[in-house]
């Protein structure tokens, strides 16, 4: 209980939101949450609008709970978001929620007011359910500003369910706490299940929790400010490789690059084969876009140090121009 006041807490100084502790739930890291909402909103033939670039667990949890993941490609040219009208297209009458994961995993990119708004719309009018993974709130660099659907309207709120946690805001990933936010029903549904399931997420990281959102948060500010320069350096060094092209991420801690023109010139056939090699041979993992519905692209994520990012980076350029 007092982890959900502190998280209430939260929502009203961080996003002017009001919730009870009732519509708050407290679940064994995000990702739980995440998988729970969608066993106890989805049934079988239902199905989820997912736009890719996509985090990859969000296409299998759909299915884990029987339903049907609608896959929706956001363009790179619309800075990998959809459109209300690609959102309009794929509705159905079986369609029962749309995911938006803003700032996002893979691409970093951030939705402003006026698309939530309008998607948020189209939501309203289909009665479709909106998860909203905030995860990365805390991590912006541009001067994009965070904003949920919840945020927009009280009909919207009563239609969104946000999910949260403190693995990327506070470092915490590990400790395995996250949570959701929206209408009491659900949030008592979900209970219901988690109850089942694994009674409760450990009390001890539950109070680490608690500790993260009551004390200063000036080390959320300054890792954001680390994570900021190290998206500097490593989005410089990466436009300087021939064949890579990017656009320049407003949040999260990934790169999400295009590098078709790269696969081409070093005579591979798609950029899995491509990451694959740079991995055997110059020792740098990337993950292949094709994990997040995204096969032109690959991710790098910069949480490692400035130094490993520019060693990366040289590594990533002399496989390029190697293999030219
Ligand atoms: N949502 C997104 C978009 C993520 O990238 C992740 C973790 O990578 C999660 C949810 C899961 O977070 P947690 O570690 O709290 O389960």
């Known amino acids: 209980m007092e ?43 239902d199905e989820v609008i997912i736009p890719a670039p996509y985090w990859v667990s969000y296409p299998e949890q759909v299915k884990l709970a029987g339903a049907k993941p609608v896959i929706v490609n956001a363009h790179e040219q619309n800075n990998f978001k959809i459109t209300p009208e690609q ?61 949920s659907t919840a945020q927009i309207s009280d009909e919207l709120k009563q239609q969104t369910v946000i999910i949260n946690g403190v693995s990327k805001s506070h470092a915490m990933t590990g400790w395995r706490i996250g949570y959701a936010a929206g209408n009491e029903k659900i949030i008592k549904a979900m209970g219901n299940l988690i109850s089942h399931a694994t009674s409760n997420p450990t009390s001890i990281a539950q109070y680490a929790a608690l500790s993260a959102y009551e004390s200063d948060q000036d080390p959320v500010i300054n890792m954001r400010q680390v994570f900021s320069e190290r998206l500097e350096t490593l989005y410089k060094r990466l436009a300087d490789i021939p064949g890579i092209s990017c656009i320049k991420p407003k949040g999260a801690f990934y790169l999400f690059p295009n590098v078709r023109e790269a696969v081409r010139m070093n005579g591979f056939q798609h950029a899995d084969e491509w990451a694959g090699t740079l991995l055997e041979e110059e020792k740098v993992a990337l993950v292949p876009g094709s ?4 096969p032109e692209n690959v991710r790098l994520s910069y949480t490692v140090s400035a130094e490993a990012l520019e060693e990366a980076a040289k590594r990533i350029k002399r496989f390029v121009i190697n293999h030219q």
Do not use: W
Request: include cysteine; charge should be neutral.
């Open 291 to 294: 994990a997040f519905g995204s």
């Open 87 to 147: 959102l309009k297209q794929a509705v159905t009458k079986r369609t029962k929620a749309v995911i938006i994961n803003s700032p996002n995993n893979p691409t970093g990119m951030i939705y402003d007011k006026r698309e939530l708004e309008q998607i948020g719309d189209v939501c309203l009018k289909h009665d479709i359910m909106i998860i909203s993974d905030e995860i990365y709130e805390k991590l912006i660099y541009s001067r994009d500003t965070h904003l």
């Open 3 to 45: 982890l959900k006041s502190a998280i209430a807490n939260k929502f009203k100084t961080d996003n002017d939101l009001s919730y009870t502790t009732d519509e708050i739930i407290v679940t064994t890291g995000a990702k739980h949450a995440l998988y729970t909402v969608f066993q106890v909103l989805l049934n079988e033939g």
